[in-house]
């Protein structure tokens, strides 16, 4: 939608044709003075509800307004990677990994970002000294003098955004601090379906043959409701010990108010990790729990220094999918699965 400023600047030569006593451009200019204020008006009239896109319109804004001071001041530079640009001139050396925890971005995001920077010459990948596979994340001579031309602007655009900061009766970037630790407690999601653990915690505990009959289960739930038992998944229940854990491999279970809600199995595979039979009982799911097991997989990982995770899974099981994807798998392989039926679709995440 056109601003006043915006119309006036585009049709200013148009002559001032009149109908009805009311020129055409005033007429307009009118009609956009009410949309934007009932816009607004509706803003404050929804409150909260409509929070999302008052902070997207206010992000675009601003975003828009620091790409025309960087073309003002000739620093060849997008906004959009402030984040990563300024967090590796700051901490030298840290790693995709590290930088994603940092920005709490995926590692598809930071890769993405990363690769743009790199393209541009601006940053530079070096490889760990104690780790050749671990990749290092470093400003290049050029990246060096971009920052010196960019670190005055950042501080007289801190400067200004303060001046107006200083003007609200809160503050606002601590509020947003606490919004953002509040809905990563508990998102938006779990609060509406009223699922979420409040205070309660999620125990990793590792596997014991007590917890045999938990680990069928827990699987044969989850696979006879979507899919069927297969033969080697018959052969993993009876014998945890010598199909997986014999063979290097790992079990573990999340254990919420003393019961077994969940459980996933890693194969050790030559220095990759295949993640195995993760699942979490019907009635605990969107509680995170399946978040936690991720975590303990790639907590594990880095124990045992394993440079890529590995699985499997069925293109219909959306909510796995998206869960992989969050913790930054791509998909890899699409195909059957040479042991299970149920498996068509390969997914991989370099450490």
């Given at each position: 939608?056109?601003?006043?400023?915006n119309?006036?600047?585009?049709?200013?030569?148009?002559?001032?044709i009149?109908?009805?006593?009311?020129?055409?451009?005033?007429?307009?200019?009118?009609?956009l003075?009410?949309?934007?204020g009932?816009l607004?008006n509706?803003?404050?009239?929804v409150?909260?509800?409509?929070?999302?896109?008052r902070?997207?319109k206010?992000?675009d804004?601003?975003?828009?307004e620091?790409?025309?001071?960087?073309i003002?001041?000739q620093?060849?530079f997008?906004?959009?990677f402030?984040?990563?640009?300024?967090?590796?001139?700051n901490s030298?050396?840290?790693t995709?990994?590290?930088?994603?925890d940092?920005?709490?971005?995926?590692?598809?995001?930071?890769?993405?970002?990363?690769?743009?920077?790199?393209?541009?010459?601006?940053?530079?990948?070096?490889a760990?000294l104690?780790?050749r596979?671990?990749?290092?994340?470093y400003?290049?001579?050029e990246g060096?003098?971009?920052?010196?031309?960019?670190?005055?602007v950042?501080?007289?655009?801190?400067h200004?955004v303060?001046?107006?900061?200083?003007?609200?009766d809160?503050?606002l970037?601590?509020?947003?601090?606490?919004?953002?630790?509040?809905?990563?407690?508990?998102?938006?999601?779990?609060?509406?379906?009223?699922?979420?653990?409040?205070?309660k915690?999620?125990?990793?505990?590792?596997?014991i043959?007590?917890y045999?009959?938990?680990f069928?289960?827990?699987?044969r739930?989850?696979?006879?409701?979507?899919?069927?038992?297969?033969?080697?998944?018959?052969?993993?229940?009876?014998?945890?010990?010598?199909?997986?854990?014999?063979?290097?491999?790992e079990?573990?279970?999340?254990?919420l108010?003393?019961?077994?809600?969940?459980?996933?199995?890693?194969?050790?595979?030559?220095?990759?990790?295949?993640i195995s039979?993760?699942?979490?009982?019907?009635?605990?799911?969107?509680?995170k729990?399946?978040?936690?097991?991720?975590?303990?997989?790639?907590?594990?990982?880095?124990?045992l220094?394993?440079?890529?995770?590995?699985l499997?899974?069925?293109?219909?099981?959306?909510?796995a999918r998206?869960?992989?994807?969050?913790?930054?798998?791509?998909?890899?392989?699409?195909?059957?699965?040479?042991?299970?039926k149920r498996?068509?679709?390969?997914?991989e995440?370099?450490?």
């Amino acid at each position: 939608m056109l601003t006043i400023c915006n119309y006036y600047t585009k049709y200013r030569q148009i002559p001032d044709i009149r109908i009805d006593k009311i020129s055409v451009s005033s007429y307009v200019s009118a009609y956009l003075y009410k949309v934007r204020g009932a816009l607004k008006n509706h803003f404050n009239s929804v409150q909260s509800l409509g929070i999302a896109s008052r902070l997207k319109k206010m992000s675009d804004y601003l975003m828009a307004e620091v790409k025309k001071i960087y073309i003002e001041e000739q620093c060849d530079f997008e906004p959009k990677f402030f984040p990563l640009f300024s967090l590796v001139s700051n901490s030298p050396g840290i790693t995709i990994t590290e930088a994603a925890d940092s920005l709490g971005l995926s590692h598809p995001a930071v890769i993405q970002f990363a690769s743009e920077l790199s393209r541009k010459k601006l940053i530079t990948f070096k490889a760990d000294l104690d780790d050749r596979r671990k990749r290092r994340i470093y400003l290049t001579s050029e990246g060096e003098e971009r920052l010196e031309r960019l670190s005055p602007v950042w501080r007289k655009i801190k400067h200004n955004v303060d001046e107006v900061l200083a003007e609200l009766d809160s503050d606002l970037v601590s509020s947003l601090a606490k919004l953002e630790k509040s809905f990563e407690k508990l998102g938006l999601t779990d609060r509406y379906f009223g699922s979420g653990l409040g205070n309660k915690e999620v125990e990793i505990v590792d596997y014991i043959d007590s917890y045999r009959d938990a680990f069928e289960k827990l699987n044969r739930e989850w696979l006879e409701e979507y899919f069927e038992v297969e033969p080697s998944d018959e052969k993993a229940f009876a014998n945890p010990k010598e199909e997986i854990l014999v063979h290097g491999g790992e079990i573990f279970f999340a254990k919420l108010d003393g019961e077994l809600v969940g459980t996933c199995a890693v194969l050790n595979k030559n220095n990759r990790l295949e993640i195995s039979k993760m699942v979490v009982t019907e009635n605990h799911r969107r509680k995170k729990i399946g978040e936690s097991l991720m975590k303990e997989v790639l907590n594990r990982a880095k124990k045992l220094g394993i440079n890529k995770l590995e699985l499997h899974t069925n293109s219909s099981l959306i909510p796995a999918r998206n869960l992989y994807k969050k913790f930054g798998f791509k998909e890899s392989l699409v195909g059957q699965h040479p042991i299970y039926k149920r498996g068509n679709l390969g997914m991989e995440l370099n450490l």
